[in-house]
């Protein structure tokens, strides 16, 4: 099935103009049902002999493989720091971070600065992956700061107070007993 089947079914339905949008969702949709007519029955039933309730190890948990690995990958965008390989999952970098965080430095939500650069198609998953990347956040933190320091904007200092209601600490004594 292509887009012109799409549109015309969307015709069809009552549809007058269907957006480019709404046809790749009708595409996915129909997609996953030709996938789940396919399937076995005995694939799609749930075991009845277990309950999962009794079986915690049954219960499937989330993965915890990268979501943006494969895509930058497919892309071909996947850079892997040079050198010896340090403990723990690698770091995943593409070459468009820099760019992204220097289009969040002025307070740019993620979205908008991932579309000024212009990468598109990213899920909503692989969104959120990139919010709690270590290597754009660090990255993020650093464009931020230099941005405050280019516009001239100081952070506001904080008087930090012993009690609620009390003087600030680090004042000396005598000033204690005078005020």
């Not at 002999?49 to 493989?65: F, L, N, T, Y």
């Not at 040079?82 to 970098?93: D, S, T």
């Not at 008087?159 to 209601?165: D, F, N, S, T, V």
Request: hydrophobic share 40%.
């Amino acid at each position: 099935m292509n887009e012109s089947d799409a549109k015309a079914a969307l015709k069809e339905m009552g549809v007058p103009s269907p957006s480019r949008q709404l046809v790749m969702d009708w595409l996915r949709i129909q997609q996953s049902q030709e996938l789940a007519l396919e399937l076995p029955d005995s694939a799609q039933e749930a075991p009845s002999g277990r309950s999962e309730a009794s079986h915690p190890s049954a219960v499937e948990h989330p993965s915890s493989k990268s979501n943006l690995a494969p895509l930058l990958r497919a892309r071909g965008e996947l850079q892997r720091p040079a050198g010896r390989r340090k403990a723990g999952r690698p770091r995943i970098q593409a070459p468009w971070f820099q760019a992204v965080a220097t289009a969040m430095s002025d307070g740019t939500p993620l979205r908008q600065a991932l579309a000024a650069v212009g990468v598109h198609g990213l899920t909503a998953r692989q969104i959120r992956s990139l919010y709690r990347n270590s290597v754009l956040k660090a990255m993020r933190r650093e464009a931020r700061q230099k941005w405050l320091r280019e516009w001239g904007v100081a952070p506001k200092a904080r008087m930090r107070y012993a009690c609620k209601g009390g003087l600030p600490l680090g004042m000396s004594p005598k000033l204690r007993r005078i005020l």
